[in-house]
């Protein structure tokens, strides 16, 4: 898919919710992506620290699993 293509090229990766959509920081975006490229196109629950610059929300991400 073109989104698996992206990320694994390096491209940045983001996460879509109800009403946002925030860029994934930190050590999951890591090596092109690595730890990302299993959860591209599906639905995750994910934790970790949410911050906002100039309109952009990112998220650091701590965890993240497939939701059920």
């Avoid at 073109?2 to 940045?12: I, V």
């Avoid at 860029?23 to 975006?29: E, Q």
């Amino acid at each position: 898919s073109c989104a698996m293509s992206c990320a694994k090229s390096g491209q940045p990766v983001g996460i879509l919710t109800a009403d946002a959509i925030y860029t994934v920081t930190g050590d999951y975006v890591a090596s092109k992506n690595a730890k990302m490229l299993d959860f591209v196109a599906k639905t995750v629950i994910v934790t970790g620290e949410v911050t906002e610059k100039d309109g952009v929300k990112s998220i650091n991400v701590k965890s993240i699993k497939l939701a059920n």
